[in-house]
């Protein structure tokens, strides 16, 4: 075994008491006596330097640099100015990156790149191979030079320190550089890091100064950081490492680079670039990225996994290697990605909100990570893992959500309320439960706000959580339904009541959940089933619509509708560039929604799998164009969330939103009931054509998968039992098809026989 290599701070980490590990054939310390918590909670909070000496070095000069250094990277090197430096990466021919790497323009004349420590060797050799064809000389400098990390919100205090008050480099300038001395000693300055800290700077200095610095900036107030805390730095700021994040994929081949999030910064297909090592290929990556956020997923197979953070909601630690799933039924039980790097992360706890934040000193831990996840899986999508045999959720999303929900849940636990001894109210639970659900619709928290009003005015409310039996419960189920209540109602309110209590029972404050039974063993499902319109019915109301003077002027609205089945919130939120004439085809990714008090805001569709493309029928065109001829003109288009041009506008030339179609048909019913009450309709509604809809293509023969897509259906399921209903009419016919057939069948086996 060969012996591992040392940095020129070797022995300060000794010193220091430091435990060392082998990285990547290097001896390095993994941590320091307070520990990687302590190391973790530093940085962020004051000062920490971290000894990363043992990356590679290439100084890169030459006639040729520029013209080598585009073929060979996938930044844009001759968009680098003086004092400048960029995030890039060494790709090869199949889009895939041998390194990630930043390069550096410290001097007019020549640039300076550092690489990964495990990838000097391997890196060394495809740059030199590539080289050959120009005029160009790499020089390894890692000796020459040593580099010290300066992480946090004291780092430039501390380095201003010792520059005398100097300028370390330009500001405002993302990634600047500067060349000055400090105390006598020349150092370069780099406005860079791999921590995810706004303040960080890496410093550059010759390798016999390495240990003055290194002990003149723990004097300022520095404190010693190893690789441990660096990894959880970076992993808390979703930052990537080769060998994790890049490079061999467990799933087989290499890790594409546009799956990382990072790729955006490092590549570029600017016209002054040219070609370059994997550029087909990148741009390939690049438009089916372009595809997938747009959910088109057409080209998926050039991109089928993407890195994304994560997080953990309940116990457990995310660990490298762990597969995820989907609960989505086309994930079909099978593992949608893996997780890339994951451990738990410190942080420290805010009190108050918005300015009036505070950082305390008190802290927790949570479990974040990165995974390698299919490309359909998009932000805030609920994912599954393996912990310990038991499955727990865990959420794709980014660090400023993750910070905003700790903070909200923070904020709800109220002083003086033993919560772990069940000692709560249900009301107060409520409260607590509704306060985690952040980033829920606005219809949803209508409905919270709904059931909590509702509960604090029962009895039940006030009763603490801790003496609830499950005939408790029921009770006060069934005298909901004694005071009126339909099915529904208590539906909805069962649905927040449950999983609040659920959320109690995960933390272990109550043995068992009391709502954890079947609602109709309690209360009689007396709830109106949604119906289908049968096609007489259909007939009759849309023959109503195109005569009538008055609703005439909805017709066309009614037939995309009936001819699309959207969400009517979808399709108010229709944009004049969702429509794509040429290929007829509709783009649904987001809804439209108006609160009570007035104002409008873009979300996204119901589900994820809501994203999607409606194909045009010949009626549902025609329809679409007559809309827009009839559109006002009007000079200034209202913007919603970064969305104009919304297809749908009312009298006063804003956007039509749900309330107004739905009293459209409310309308339009009774004036027709008045007209016609001889000839009764069920009751029509967006959403009744929306079943009517499903039904109409699932007896057309649609197989069921196709058709789960077009209602934009996360379950199949939902699909096959609330939104397809069969008729007698229906069932008269594939009968009288069945034995036509075997008539038909014994007829011309008589007629062969005789």
């Known amino acids: ?91 090869d021919q199949n889009g895939c990156a041998i390194d990630d790497a930043y390069l550096y323009r410290f001097e007019a004349e020549k640039y300076f790149l550092v690489i990964n420590a495990g990838n000097i060797d391997k890196d060394l050799a495809h740059l030199m191979r590539e080289a050959e064809r120009y005029n160009v000389t790499l020089t390894n400098v890692s000796d020459r030079y040593a580099a010290i990390t300066v992480q946090g919100p004291e ?178 039980g099978k593992p949608v990605g893996y997780v890339t790097s994951g451990t738990m992360i410190p942080y420290f706890k805010t009190e108050g909100e918005g300015l009036e934040t505070v950082i305390t000193s008190e802290t927790g831990k949570r479990s974040i990570g990165l995974a390698y996840l299919d490309s359909r899986i998009c932000q805030d999508f609920d994912l599954e893992i393996d912990i310990r045999g038991k499955r727990q959720t865990v959420y794709s999303s980014d660090l400023k959500d993750l910070r905003e929900k700790e903070k909200e849940i923070q904020k709800q636990l109220d002083d003086g309320i033993d919560y772990a001894a069940g000692k709560i109210t249900v009301i107060q639970l409520l409260e607590r439960y509704i306060s985690i659900k952040q980033g829920v619709r606005y219809n949803t928290k209508v409905g919270y706000n709904f059931v909590l009003n509702l509960v604090k005015k029962e009895d039940f409310g006030y009763r603490q959580i801790r003496d609830i039996k499950v005939s408790d419960a029921q009770k006060w189920i069934m005298k909901l339904h004694s005071d009126g209540k339909g099915y529904s109602t208590i539906t909805s309110v069962r649905g927040v009541v449950k999983p609040a209590f659920q959320m109690a029972y995960n933390e272990d404050i109550i043995r068992r959940n009391p709502f954890d039974f079947k609602l109709v063993d309690v209360v ?144 339009a019913m009774k004036k027709y009931k008045k007209l016609h009450p001889d000839k009764p309709l069920p009751h029509i509604t967006p959403h009744v054509f929306r079943h009517t809809f499903c039904t109409n293509m699932a007896n057309a023969g649609m197989d069921i998968k196709t058709l789960q897509y077009v209602m934009g259906h996360s379950d199949v399921g939902v699909t096959l039992n609330v939104y397809t209903h069969a008729s007698y009419d229906r069932a008269a016919e594939q009968m009288a098809k069945i034995i036509d057939l075997k008539e038909a069948s014994t007829l011309e086996k008589q007629r062969k026989s005789g």
């Open 1 to 91: 075994m060969s012996e591992l290599k040392r940095t020129v701070l070797y022995q300060a980490h000794l010193d220091a008491g430091a435990t060392m590990v082998d990285f990547g054939g290097w001896d390095m310390p993994i941590q320091y006596p307070d520990g990687i918590v302590a190391e973790h909670l530093y940085c962020r909070s004051r000062c920490a330097i971290f000894d990363v000496s043992h990356m590679g070095r290439i100084d890169v000069e030459g006639p040729d640099m520029v013209r080598f250094l585009q073929h060979v990277l996938s930044s844009n090197v001759q968009a680098l100015d003086l004092n400048q430096a960029q995030y890039c990466i060494i790709p």
């Open 155 to 332: 780092a430039k205090k501390l380095l201003m320190t010792l520059s005398g008050g100097k300028a370390l480099t330009r500001e405002n300038v993302k990634n600047a550089l500067g060349t000055l001395t400090m105390e006598g000693r020349p150092v370069r300055i780099a406005k860079t890091g791999y921590t995810g800290e706004p303040i960080g700077y890496e410093l550059y200095c010759e390798s016999r100064d390495a240990r003055y610095f290194w002990d003149r900036l723990i004097e300022l107030g520095a404190r010693p950081t190893a690789l441990g805390a660096r990894d959880t730095l970076r992993m808390e700021a979703s930052l990537p490492l080769y060998g994790h994040e890049m490079g061999e994929c467990e799933f087989g081949g290499e890790i594409p680079v546009y799956a990382v999030p990072l790729a955006k910064f490092a590549v570029s297909f600017a016209e002054e670039k040219g070609d370059f090592i994997g550029r087909a290929a990148l741009k390939r990556q690049f438009e089916a990225f372009q595809r997938i956020m747009n959910r088109d997923y057409s080209a998926i197979a050039d991109l089928p996994y993407r890195i994304q953070p994560v997080y953990l909601s309940g116990k457990g630690v995310l660990r490298k290697g762990f597969p995820v799933y989907s609960k989505d039924a086309w994930a079909e």
């Open 524 to 667: 009689p499902n007396d709830s109106q089933k949604r119906i289908a319109m049968t096609e007489e019915q259909q007939e009759i109301w849309m023959g109503f619509i195109r005569e009538d003077k008055t609703y005439t002027k909805y017709y066309d609205e009614f037939v995309v509708l009936l001819g699309t089945g959207m969400r009517v919130s979808e399709f108010c939120g229709l944009t004049k560039n969702d429509l794509d004439f040429e290929n007829r085809r509709i783009r649904v990714d987001h809804q439209l929604v108006r609160e009570r008090g007035g104002k409008y805001y873009v979300e996204k569709t119901k589900t994820e799998c809501g994203c999607r493309f409606i194909p045009m029928t010949e009626e549902v065109y025609q329809s679409l164009k007559n809309i827009l001829a009839r559109r006002k003109k009007i000079k200034t288009e209202i913007m919603v969330d970064g969305y104009s041009g919304f297809l749908l506008l009312d009298k006063d030339d804003k956007p039509k939103v749900a309330l107004h179609i739905e009293n459209e048909m409310r309308w």
